[in-house]
């Protein structure tokens, strides 16, 4: 194998298409599936799942990506350093994020650095917080965006965004009465819409009913939904409650379609951070999106 082929590996891999990884790497699409056959021929497996909408990594091209990605960041550190090529003005930046950072802040912080480096490419997947780090330490993305820290080694995070979280329930007369109530063990006889396992919001929603004297195992869960928006509406249809990022719910509360209370000690907040592999030199493309996050949300 050869980095030629490594390197059309990993761009089918991060574009999902053939034709695609074609024209990123000015090549012709025969070109591309050539390197991929002899890849495949060489290492005696299937790297792809080919369907006739979409390319996908099979186990095996996980495995692969791992060690290919690396290998393809060394390849443009060592021209870097030493001046072999100026690095590429379209280089793309992969980022992971959980829900709310993607949904809610990243926005911002794309249009700002596509303001500032017009022809810089990102890709961007939404998934957990705990896909997120995974990602990030397995060095299959090079920047990550997350509600909580999970304890993996090798992870630096940086916060830059103070969120707090709400509990939101259906605007109706049963719960006006309890805005003024100070205690919220209310809840435990309340059906609850949780977000997801491997969530930051759900961890740190725990989190913070602990500390208020409530655990989470004796709430009544009835569902468990990945989308912010499923449970908003879930919640406005009286399905149950639920605890949500209050940047989630700020429309919502607005319009009248739910009501939100705060967790007694409203001073407790989470911080949303951004993630990186310190085991891994950043490009110089993904230390400039650092760059900007810290100018965006004024971090020092």
């Not at 979409?54 to 290919?68: F, I, N, Q, T």
């Amino acid at each position: 194998m050869n980095l030629k082929q490594l390197e059309a590996f990993v761009h089918v891999a991060e574009s999902g298409s053939f034709s695609r990884a074609a024209k990123e790497l000015y090549l012709t699409q025969p070109t591309i599936s050539a390197h991929i056959s002899s890849l495949e021929k060489e290492l005696g497996v299937r790297l792809f799942v080919r369907n006739t909408k979409e390319v996908s990594l099979s186990e095996e091209g996980k495995d692969l990506y791992k060690y290919a990605r690396q290998m393809i960041d060394l390849q443009i550190q060592i021209e870097e350093r030493f001046h072999v090529a100026p690095e590429e003005e379209n280089h793309c930046i992969t980022i992971a994020a959980s829900t709310i950072p993607s949904q809610y802040l990243l926005p911002k912080i794309l249009s700002r650095y596509s303001e500032k480096y017009p022809k810089e490419q990102f890709k961007l997947t939404q998934t957990d917080s705990a896909q997120v780090v995974t990602e990030v330490v397995d060095h299959m993305v090079e920047i990550g965006f997350t509600g909580t820290v999970l304890e993996k080694k090798n992870c630096k995070y940086i916060p830059f965004y103070k969120d707090r979280l709400t509990i939101i329930t259906p605007n109706t007369e049963k719960y006006k009465k309890l805005e003024k109530e100070p205690d919220i063990r209310w809840i435990l006889s309340e059906n609850v819409i949780m977000r997801e396992e491997g969530s930051g919001t759900r961890k740190e929603a725990e989190k913070q009913l602990r500390k208020v004297g409530i655990d989470p195992a004796q709430l009544n869960i009835v569902a468990s939904i990945d989308n912010p928006e499923t449970i908003k509406k879930s919640v406005s249809r009286g399905m149950g409650i639920s605890i949500l990022s209050s940047l989630a719910t700020q429309e919502e509360v607005a319009a009248g379609q739910v009501l939100a209370f705060s967790i007694p000690g409203s001073d407790f907040t989470r911080d949303i951070h951004v993630v990186y592999n310190r085991n891994y030199k950043l490009s110089r493309s993904a230390q400039r999106f650092i760059r900007v996050v810290r100018e965006v949300y004024d971090v020092e």
